[in-house]
């Protein structure tokens, strides 16, 4: 089957640098794109070719609707696209759009992304367990400061182990703030990504966001808050128990870690490997996972994380990042996006 695209005024900004984007989804649907100077021609079985069809009429749509794509943004969203028949680039774009996360747009990359922040929005505890690059901690800061944007919460609370340091925290030079912030740089860069650098400065004056290692959360009684535990492989089951029991009333927490890089002495004590089968059946909790098919960061990032974990499958050593089918959801089940998905609930950084 054969279908042609009229090229119209900026269509081929969709065409990416170097045309990487249309040969992209001739790799990823098995068809043929062919340039001609005034229309664009489609070749391949009919359904491949609606589908890449779908994507141009779909990046039409949202460009006339004032949608613009920057640092590969797109190339990003078409793979997703490609990957997942039942996904379209419109889906997909409009699900970051109706979000107000302060001074940027920020949209899910991946499928997993997207279930993830959909989870964050209809559940009141979140884990977002996976590799790094993933967008787990990024994709929850932005949920936080979209929240606080639109008042749902009063404040947010960012916490963190500082495991590097033993939680002995009066060793190190300076004032509390200094000690803990090598710990907390992560977080602080997503706040000002999201926001300008004067209302962050100013919500940190004010304490409407907070940020503290997760040893002076204990005695706390947390409401009205978007609270935040991130690098939570690094606790022990004592601190995981501490945290999650602080949430008070009218508060979201979301769980970020990588149970394949635990820095405790002794790996088997990790609070969030623990907190995966005691919770498990939990109603109200849902669990998110990642793998590196949805890392957002250098392409050679995902072939490093695939790299080590084959070897730990080899090796036998530290956890891999493939869980078991039935810990994709502590009882309730995310959005339905299709049937090739493996085990996770919702989808830069």
């Keep these: 089957m054969r279908k042609t695209v009229d090229i119209t005024p900026n269509l081929e900004t969709l065409f990416g640098t170097r045309d990487e984007n249309l040969k992209l989804m001739e790799e990823g649907l098995n068809v043929s794109i062919e340039m001609k100077p005034d229309h664009v021609s489609i070749e391949g079985t009919q359904p491949d070719v609606a589908r890449a069809g779908q994507i141009f009429t779909d990046y039409e749509h949202l460009r006339k609707a004032g949608v613009s794509f920057h640092n590969g943004d797109l190339g ?44 964050i929005e209809s559940q009141d505890m979140v884990f977002g367990i996976g590799p790094a690059g993933t967008g787990k901690t990024y994709l929850a800061v932005a949920m936080a400061v979209s929240a606080l944007v639109a008042k749902k919460v009063s404040r947010i609370i960012l916490a963190r182990p500082a495991v590097e340091a033993g939680e002995r925290l009066g060793f190190l030079p300076g004032t509390l703030q200094e000690k803990v912030d090598p710990y907390l740089r992560p977080l602080y860069d997503a706040l000002y990504d999201l926001l300008d650098q004067e209302r962050v400065d100013r919500y940190l004056e004010k304490n409407v966001i907070e940020i503290a290692p997760i040893a002076f959360m204990r005695g706390r009684t947390l409401s009205d808050a978007f609270i935040i535990l991130d690098e939570a492989q690094n606790t022990t089951g004592e601190q995981m128990k501490m945290f999650l029991t602080r949430m008070g009333f009218n508060s979201k927490a979301v769980i970020t870690g990588d149970i394949t890089q635990i820095d405790l002495p002794n790996a ?74 493996k085990p996770s609930s919702s989808p830069t950084q």
């Design 76 to 119: 990003d969203l078409l793979k997703v696209v490609t990957r997942h028949p039942n996904v379209t680039l419109r889906s997909l774009v409009e699900a970051g759009k109706q979000r107000s996360f302060g001074k940027r747009m920020v949209q899910p990359k991946s499928v997993n992304q997207k279930r993830y922040v959909e989870a």
């Design 268 to 341: 088997g004590r990790s609070g969030l490997v623990e907190s995966i089968s005691v919770l498990r059946g939990v109603k109200g909790i849902s669990f998110c996972y990642f793998d590196e098919g949805d890392v957002v960061r250098h392409h050679l990032v995902q072939r490093i994380i695939r790299a080590y974990d084959e070897h730990g499958k080899a090796s036998g050593g530290q956890m891999s990042l493939a869980l078991p089918a039935e810990n994709n959801d502590a009882g309730l089940q995310g959005p339905e996006l299709g049937q090739d998905q």
